[in-house]
């Protein structure tokens, strides 16, 4: 039987951020750091740190579309991180931190391409997210999958992640899954 979920993969600046905004959300089944966009095999997270490998820190995020529409993710994506500066998200510099979204099949790339043509004009800045099909995904290596959940009390975690976490359950209170709350 085929399963009915959806992938894409996000990269909005450092993947312990963006997993942590995306694993509260309704209707997502798994977030899972990684690297993704470049050409190097199973790049480690030194090597992408370089900014030698063309890769991208990402999420690979799976889905139940019956749950959560992709442009509810769009939406979620596009105001957890700045879309108009290339290759930099807040202190964090280089290539692997630029804006960048992989899709899984052609009908998520139109849907992309229109999300971003209605919303572009929000932005004072022109937009800089790269638009390309998912060709491979690389896990990060274990230390980084729940990175938030396990090191809260880490200085990153309280002073990037946790403004972010605030903003996603003030903003998207709708969308998240109410079990996760309290996290």
Sequence with gaps: ??????????????????????????????????????????????????????????????????????????????????????????????????SIILYSNEKQKEEIEKYIQKIKKNFTNPMVTQIQKLEEFFSAEAYHKDYFKNNKLNPYCILVINPKLKKLKKEYSDLLEKSKLKQ
């Design 1 to 98: 039987m085929k399963s009915k979920n959806e992938i894409i993969v996000l990269g909005g600046g450092c993947f312990w951020c963006t997993e942590a905004v995306f694993s509260m959300l309704n209707g997502v089944i798994i977030v899972t750091p990684g690297y993704s966009g470049g050409v190097t095999k199973n790049p480690s997270y030194k090597e992408v740190s370089s900014g030698e490998t063309g890769h991208a820190e990402v999420i690979k995020v799976e889905f139940d579309p019956s749950k959560i529409k992709l442009s509810k993710l769009l939406k979620v994506f596009f105001t957890s991180h700045d879309p108009t500066t290339p290759n930099k998200q807040g202190n964090d510099m280089g290539p692997q931190y630029r």
